[in-house]
Nanobody, 120 residues
Framework: VQLQASGGGLVQAGGPLGISCVAS????????MGWFRQAPGKEREFVAA????????RYADSVRGRFTISRDNAKNTVTLQMNNLEPVDTAVYYC??????????????WGQGTLITVSS
C-alpha cells in the first residue's frame, strides 16, 4: 500500500482546512486509517483514526470536537477535516494504514506527510 497525502498549507488561527490521503491498491477497505502529526522538536502523536468500514472513529483529546476523520472506500481516500485550527496544530501530518484501529500506532504503511502551518 502506498499513501499520498495532500492538502496542507498555511491557514489562519480559527480557520478550517481539509487534508486527504489517497491509497494505492484494491484492499483499502481492509485497513484502518489514521492521521498522526509531528510538530517541530516534538515526537509524533496520534490525531485520529477510522476503522476499515468507517463505522468507528477515534480522536486525540486535543482535537476531539474540532477535527473529523472520514473515508471513501470507493475512492481509496481518507480525509481529515480540521476546524477552528490553533497555532499548536502546526505540524507535519502523516496518514497511516494499519490492520486495526486499536493498533494504528503500529501502522504498517505511512504516507510522506503534509505540512500545516497555523498562523496566529
Amino acid at each position: 500500500v502506498q499513501l499520498q497525502a495532500s492538502g496542507g498549507g498555511l491557514v489562519q488561527a480559527g480557520g478550517p482546512l481539509g487534508i486527504s490521503c489517497v491509497a494505492s491498491g484494491r484492499t483499502f477497505s481492509s485497513y484502518a486509517m489514521g492521521w498522526f502529526r509531528q510538530a517541530p522538536g516534538k515526537e509524533r502523536e496520534f490525531v485520529a483514526a477510522i476503522s476499515g468500514g468507517g463505522g468507528t472513529e477515534r480522536y486525540a483529546d486535543s482535537v476531539r470536537g474540532r477535527f473529523t476523520i472520514s473515508r471513501d472506500n470507493a475512492k481509496n481516500t481518507v480525509t481529515l477535516q480540521m476546524n477552528n485550527l490553533e497555532p499548536v496544530d502546526t505540524a507535519v501530518y502523516y496518514c497511516a494504514a494499519g490492520l486495526s484501529i486499536t493498533q494504528i500506532g503500529g501502522a504498517r504503511y505511512w504516507g510522506q506527510g503534509t505540512l500545516i502551518t497555523v498562523s496566529s
